[in-house]
């Protein structure tokens, strides 16, 4: 069975800082890798996802993230955030080929911008 | 589009209460799930639909039975509420299972178990 681990529950950043969240996984198998965000009282969005090649993926709102397969992570970057950031973010992996019961997601990160 | 739409937005049950929850998504999606999310726990698979006609339990279903009434709508059915239910349920659906398709996620139903 496959795992993904967020290693941060919380991280407060300053506005126009840049930001790292941390994402790693365990699987024995291929897998697909994807971020979602979820802001207050709405459901989650994707905001990138590596399928496969470049191992350098890029999202909305300004996000990207590089696969790392010897480390098993996919951590999330963004060179300048903005108070608008402040969501709670979530890294989630599937099975290449599919599993019928789709995502596994981490326990998620709450992104905290500070003015 | 309205994409995945969950109706109600609020509940709040007394302990012994059965209640449905409905959600239904309008982009012609062949899979649906149902998750819960709990403070510091992420999202948890409840049930899921890999096609209509179709339901198989996920990570946590004891407490819950599903029903996936056609292709669009899949209503997720708490018989007898406990307080440990109390929670945000989000309904999501996918084109497919392949593993390569994003889900799409409703705004969720938060549940209040007294």
């Known amino acids: 069975a496959q795992s993904v681990t967020q290693l941060d529950s919380q991280v407060p950043v300053f506005e126009e800082a840049p930001v790292e969240l941390r994402c790693n996984y365990s699987s024995s198998v291929s897998v697909y890798l994807f971020w979602y965000v979820q802001y207050p009282n709405q459901g989650l969005q994707l905001l990138l996802k590596y399928l496969s090649g470049s191992t350098l993926v890029k999202g909305i709102n300004g996000f990207e993230a590089e696969f790392n397969k010897s480390q098993t992570s996919f951590h999330l970057r963004k060179p300048s955030v903005h108070i608008s950031d402040t969501a709670e973010y979530f890294c989630?992996?599937?099975?290449?080929?599919?599993?019928?019961?789709?995502?596994?997601f981490g326990k998620g990160t709450h992104l905290i911008i500070q003015p | 589009n309205a994409g995945v739409t969950q109706t109600p937005k609020f509940q709040v049950l007394k302990t012994g209460q059965s209640m449905t929850l409905q959600c239904a998504q309008d982009?012609?999606?062949?899979?649906m799930y149902w998750y819960r999310q709990d403070p510091g726990m992420g999202l948890r698979l409840i049930y899921y639909s890999a096609s209509e006609g179709t339901t198989d339990k996920g990570e946590v279903p004891n407490g819950y039975n599903v029903s996936r009434l056609n292709k669009r709508e899949f209503s997720l059915r708490l018989e007898s509420a406990a307080p440990s239910q109390t929670s945000v349920y989000f309904c999501?659906?996918?084109?497919?299972?392949?593993?390569?398709?994003?889900?799409?996620f409703g705004d969720g139903t938060r549940l209040s178990i007294l």
């Open positions: 989630a992996v599937s099975l290449i080929g599919g599993g019928a019961d789709g995502l596994t």
């Open positions: 999501a659906s996918s084109e497919e299972t392949r593993g390569f398709e994003p889900q799409h």
């Open positions: 982009m012609n999606h062949n899979s």
